[in-house]
């Protein structure tokens, strides 16, 4: 079966949200799909996955350092996500606080690690984004990346 991890880090709760309505996207198409923080992952644990899904709250513009250290820690398996399917995520308290910035960041360290990337010319290009607290439409774009990212697993991987 086809394996999906969404991690996430939220002091407040918003990306936490937000990485529920991804996996609620990716377990309608019948992608196994685990939800966890960032700082109960250990980089090891991946390679087990088809897909890796990373949100973060907007901090100054960019990742939060728990993001980041698992992404750092992770090149203990540098070249073994060769071929994963990536996407990234993030609440920021502005309108143009970073939001955006800090998606490109993450997906950054994907590509870095040879990760396939979607991007999405309808609502958010780069992934979804939340201003605070995910409104419906916030929701309905993270339930969008859950589903867009289940068809590529499902294109590549079957
Ligand atoms: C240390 C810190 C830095 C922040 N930096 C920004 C920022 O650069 N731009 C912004 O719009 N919001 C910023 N915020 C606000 C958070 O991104 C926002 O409250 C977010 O929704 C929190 O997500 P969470 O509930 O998942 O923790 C910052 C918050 C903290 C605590």
Redesign the pocket.
């Known amino acids: 079966m086809l394996k999906a991890i969404i991690i996430y880090y ?7 949200r937000m990485a529920e309505s991804i996996a609620e996207g990716l377990k309608k198409e019948g992608v196994n799909t685990v939800v966890k923080e960032a700082e109960k992952v250990r980089p090891g644990e991946l390679l087990k996955f088809e897909a890796i899904i990373i949100g973060s ?5 960019t990742m939060a350092a728990q993001i980041k250290k698992l992404l750092d820690d992770s090149v203990e398996f540098h070249g073994k996500l060769d071929g994963k399917v990536g996407a990234a995520f993030s ?4 309108i143009g ?2 939001n955006e910035t800090t998606i490109l960041d993450i997906l950054n360290a994907m590509l870095i690690h040879g990760m396939i990337i979607q991007g999405d010319p309808a609502g958010g290009h780069y992934g979804p984004v939340a201003i ?1 607290a995910p409104d419906s439409r916030a929701m309905k774009e993270c339930a969008r990346l859950g589903s867009r990212v289940a068809k590529l697993v499902k294109k590549l991987y079957k």
């Not at 609440?91 to 502005?94: D, L, Q, R, T, V």
């Open positions: 939220s002091l407040t709760g918003n990306t936490k709250p907007t901090y100054y513009g609440s920021s308290a502005n606080g970073g605070d």
